[in-house]
Structure formats: structure tokens, C-alpha cells
């Protein structure tokens, strides 16, 4: 188990080196349900490494409490980000589905990200897999 631990903790070293050395990332944020019913947020980092390269990493699988409101996402996204230490005014742009909790029009998770004074300006993307909720509005 502690071996386990070890290798874990580097690969995770490794890829906040790489983040941190980046010319530029972004983010991948994809709310789920598990088997059980419990809601989960997948976040993804896309990065441009030093020798431009574009890579894609799994950044974390967070368990969200009972509720996919947009705030408890942000809440949960903030702890991730500052726990990676990660650079963020080299993030560039943000992917989510368009679940009401991620595109809301008065409290989804962009309107929160981009009024928050801490976090730098951003493109808010929407994700190509989910090109069914761009014709459904």
C-alpha cells in the first residue's frame, strides 16, 4: 500500500511540474452519476508542454455531497485547484456539458467562474460530445 502511495504521489508531482511548465491549460469538467447514484465530477486538464505537445490528463474524480447545484461544484473545483497548486492565470479556457447546473443562465457554473475576482478572464467551451444540448435549447 505505501508503494502504492509513493507512485501515486509522483505520478501527481510529475504532472504539476508539467501544468506549472505549460505554455497554456484548460479544463474538462463533466458531472455525473455513479452505479449507486452517488453524483461525481470529472475534471480534466489539457495542457501545451514545453516542447508543444497537447496533452490530456485526469486531474481528479471528486465525490459531490447529494446536489449538483452549480455552487457545489465550484466549491469542490476551488478545493481541487488549490490543493494541485496550479498556475491559473495560464488557464485559457474551460469545457463543460450543458447541464443547467454548468451553463445556467443566472447561477451555473460559468456565470460563478467568471465572477469570481480571483480567477483570471477564460473562453467557456462547450463540449462536442454533448452537441445534443446545443439543439435542444
Given amino acids: ?3 502504492i ?3 501515486s504521489a509522483n505520478v501527481a508531482s510529475k ?3 508539467y501544468i506549472k511548465n505549460s505554455l497554456v491549460f ?4 463533466d458531472e455525473s452519476t455513479e452505479v449507486q447514484d452517488k453524483p461525481q465530477l470529472a475534471i480534466f486538464v489539457r495542457y501545451v508542454s514545453a516542447d508543444v505537445i497537447v496533452k490530456e490528463e485526469m486531474l481528479d ?4 455531497k447529494e446536489t449538483t447545484r452549480s455552487v457545489d461544484i465550484k466549491n469542490k473545483l476551488d478545493k481541487v485547484l488549490t490543493n494541485v497548486d496550479i498556475p491559473l492565470d ?3 479556457s474551460v469545457s463543460m456539458d450543458g447541464a ?3 451553463v445556467g443562465g443566472k447561477v451555473g457554473l460559468i456565470i460563478l467562474l467568471k465572477s469570481d475576482p480571483k480567477l483570471p478572464e477564460f473562453l467557456p467551451v462547450h463540449c462536442i460530445i454533448h452537441h445534443e444540448h446545443l439543439t435542444g435549447r
Avoid at 26 to 29: E, G, N, R, V
Avoid at 61 to 64: E, G, H, K, N, Y
Fill in 1 to 3: 500500500m505505501r508503494r
Fill in 5 to 7: 502511495s509513493q507512485i
Fill in 26 to 29: 484548460s479544463l474538462a469538467l
Fill in 90 to 92: 495560464k488557464r485559457i
Fill in 100 to 102: 443547467p447546473a454548468m
Fill in 15 to 17: 504532472m504539476q511540474n
Fill in 61 to 64: 474524480l471528486v465525490a459531490l
